[in-house]
Every structure is written in C-alpha cells, then in structure tokens.
C-alpha cells in the first residue's frame, strides 16, 4: 500500500510540473543600435583666423548596450582627417545615450568641406547596426 502511495504521489507531483506554465523567456537581441539623432556644434568654419573646434554628439540606443562609438572628420578633396576616435559618454546609459567627441581642424588644413562620419555601430552582444554613416 505504501508502494501505491508513493507511485501516486511521484505522479501527480510529475503532473504538476508537466501541466505548470513555463517561464518567460527574455526577448533576444539580434539587431544592433539604432541610430537615434546626431549635432555638430557649428556647421561652417573660416581657417584663416584659426583652428575650427567643435562638437560632435551622437545619441544611439540598445537594449544590450552600445559599445562606445567612434568618428572620423575627413576632407572632401583631400586625404586629410583629424578627429578620428572614441566618443564620450554625456548623459543617458549605455542602452540609450548621448555620446560626444571634441574635434579641432589646424588653421593650416585644407579649405572647403569636411565630413564627419560615424563608424559602424555594435551593441554587446555583437550585433552590428548602420555601416559608415555621414552625420554632417
């Protein structure tokens, strides 16, 4: 009888387990940041009376967490580029943040149009998001 006892038990708790719903599972993260504005402090610089400085401010968000992005200012004409690094982050999280970087162009660079260009984002996990994108 105890033997019965046992059996029974053993399969009903099974049952319980069986018929118990099954946790929810997190949401994956296949995709990478997304790109959500960008700023450069000034658009337009005379060199002539002096170095250009300026900022440039990226936000980009990411469930996992952006790892930290990287730009480049490049010379349309030329093969001159300065200001090419790590941004900085300001302000939000690294899931959903603002980051910046400081550039200064020489007063003896080339004259007419620079570009800054946003290097190919990734989140932790690996994910890549947007390829080079010219932000100004």
Known sequence: MRYWRGITTFFLLLALIVAAPAPALAATDT?????????????????AKGPARFTVRVSLKDPAGVQTPTITVSHQGTDQGHGFGAMTLVSGDATN???????TIPTHAAPGQWDVTLYPTSDTLGNTGDFFRTIA
């Open 31 to 47: 995709a990478g940041p997304v790109f959500v504005s960008s700023s450069v402090s000034a658009s337009s610089f005379n060199l």
């Open 97 to 103: 943040g603002t980051w910046e970087r400081q550039v």
